[in-house]
């Protein structure tokens, strides 16, 4: 069995303190974070709080690194309308439906008490999926309207501007295309 890290023990405050502390030093100066510890009541080597050190360090970049490629994601393809959303949700529904079915199809092997809690477990996270699913078109729908109304507007801008046919359709075209 492995023994739990004494870092884990600790008071929430003098965690939060302690991570704190190892961002605000750069994952450096373990010797001293020791001192400080132990100022404050706590007994834990240098070498523990480097393995924590690293490990919270690892966890941070990690959320980074993500965080950066989901800006770059955004950046690089917009979603005004949602459709990443759209289509996780399509999957997770497809997967939700497809055990539901197999429970369904094991029906005459398994004990129908046990299919009913398992049916019920997998009913509420579709009727939560359902509902953001109606929320994400409400959205969608809402998005296109705005969309429709600024070509719109635009046209009649461009048409009293004296814009050539051609140039107001391709200023329509490209508002449009937004939406997509």
């Not at 048409?159 to 508002?175: P, Q």
């Given at each position: 069995m492995?023994?739990?890290?004494?870092?884990?023990?600790?008071?929430a405050?003098?965690?939060?303190?302690?991570n704190?502390?190892l961002?605000d030093?750069n994952?450096?100066?373990?010797?001293?974070?020791?001192?400080?510890?132990?100022?404050k009541?706590?007994t834990i080597?240098?070498?523990?709080?480097?393995?924590?050190?690293?490990?919270?360090?690892?966890?941070?970049?990690?959320v980074?690194?993500?965080?950066?490629?989901?800006r770059?994601?955004?950046?690089?393809?917009?979603d005004?309308?949602?459709?990443r959303?759209?289509?996780?949700?399509?999957?997770?529904?497809?997967?939700?439906?497809n055990v539901?079915?197999?429970?369904?199809e094991?029906?005459?092997?398994?004990?129908?008490?046990?299919?009913?809690?398992?049916?019920?477990?997998?009913a509420k996270?579709?009727?939560?999926l359902?509902?953001?699913?109606?929320?994400?078109?409400?959205?969608?729908a809402?998005v296109?309207?705005?969309v429709?109304?600024?070509?719109?507007?635009?046209?009649?801008?461009?048409?009293?501007g004296?814009?050539?046919?051609?140039?107001?359709?391709?200023?329509?075209?490209s508002?449009?295309?937004?939406?997509?």
């Amino acid at each position: 069995m492995v023994k739990r890290s004494k870092i884990a023990g600790l008071p929430a405050d003098v965690k939060t303190w302690l991570n704190a502390a190892l961002v605000d030093g750069n994952f450096s100066g373990y010797e001293e974070l020791e001192k400080l510890l132990a100022e404050k009541g706590f007994t834990i080597g240098k070498s523990s709080i480097h393995r924590y050190g690293q490990q919270l360090e690892n966890k941070l970049a990690a959320v980074r690194a993500s965080t950066e490629a989901a800006r770059a994601i955004a950046d690089a393809a917009p979603d005004d309308a949602d459709l990443r959303s759209a289509a996780a949700m399509s999957l997770v529904q497809t997967e939700i439906f497809n055990v539901m079915v197999a429970l369904q199809e094991a029906g005459e092997e398994s004990n129908p008490e046990d299919r009913l809690k398992l049916m019920a477990k997998a009913a509420k996270p579709l009727a939560e999926l359902s509902r953001a699913s109606v929320n994400q078109k409400k959205w969608e729908a809402e998005v296109n309207n705005k969309v429709k109304a600024a070509a719109d507007a635009a046209e009649r801008i461009a048409k009293k501007g004296g814009l050539s046919a051609t140039s107001v359709a391709e200023i329509r075209k490209s508002i449009l295309g937004i939406a997509t």
